[in-house]
T-cell receptor, first 114, second 115 residues
Framework: AQSVTQLDSQVPVFEEAPVELRCNYSSSVSVYLFWYVQYPNQGLQLLLKYLSGSTLVKGINGFEAEFNKSQTSFHLRKPSVHISDTAEYFCAVSEAGGYNKLIFGAGTRLAVHP | DAGITQSPRHKVTETGTPVTLRCHQTENHRYMYWYRQDPGHGLRLIHYSYGVKDTDKGEVSDGYSVSRSKTEDFLLTLESATSSQTSVYFC??????????????FGPGTRLLVL
């Protein structure tokens, strides 16, 4: 079985500052890793995913994440945030090659202040 | 929203009544999923389907049943609603016939309040 821990429930940051949202996972099998974003009263939108290959993954809206197998982490980063990045961010994991049943973390609420 | 609709979008019901939520897709994706979202828990998988009439349980399936009689529709039924089933319910789809099911696309959600 897999599990996901998002280490920060809330992250406040000023506009144009860098941000890192932390995600750790546990699994006994190979996994796929995902970051989703949820804007208020909306569904989830895929930001980026790691399936295999390069451990640095680039996604939409200037976000990137790095897969670190030894530390079982998949932290999300953005060098300069905008007010519009205010949202909730979810890290998720699924078993590679399985039915893609996603296991989600509890979420991190990113609040960008002017 | 990848051609996914959910209905109703909002529902208030009473304890003990049956409730059915519908997920409809126009993308011909093979896999469909139902999740519930609760504060502090993220999203948790209720049931999923890997083809017409092929379904299986997720991690929080107690009190829920599903049916998929055609590719485009996946129904979630709360057989006798309880207050603990007050939540936001999301449908997701994956695998557009390519065998690549890693990426899930989510619908807009249904807010359910059980009084």
């Amino acid at each position: 079985a897999q599990s996901v821990t998002q280490l920060d429930s809330q992250v406040p940051v000023f506009e144009e500052a860098p941000v890192e949202l932390r995600c750790n996972y546990s699994s006994s099998v190979s996994v796929y890793l995902f970051w989703y974003v949820q804007y208020p009263n909306q569904g989830l939108q895929l930001l980026l995913k790691y399936l295999s290959g390069s451990t640095l993954v680039k996604g939409i809206n200037g976000f990137e994440a790095e897969f670190n197998k030894s530390q079982t982490s998949f932290h999300l980063r953005k060098p300069s945030v905008h007010i519009s990045d205010t949202a909730e961010y979810f890290c998720a994991v699924s078993e590679a090659g399985g039915y893609n049943k996603l296991i989600f973390g509890a979420g991190t609420r990113l609040a960008v202040h002017p | 929203d990848a051609g996914i609709t959910q209905s109703p979008r909002h529902k208030v019901t009473e304890t003990g009544t049956p409730v059915t939520l519908r997920c409809h897709q126009t993308e011909n994706h093979r896999y469909m999923y139902w999740y519930r979202q609760d504060p502090g828990h993220g999203l948790r998988l209720i049931h999923y389907s890997y083809g017409v009439k092929d379904t299986d349980k997720g991690e929080v399936s107690d009190g829920y049943s599903v049916s998929r009689s055609k590719t485009e529709d996946f129904l979630l039924t709360l057989e006798s609603a309880t207050s603990s089933q007050t939540s936001v319910y999301f449908c997701a789809i994956s695998d557009p016939g390519t065998g690549r099911r890693e990426t899930q696309y989510f619908g807009p959600g249904t807010r359910l309040l059980v009084l």
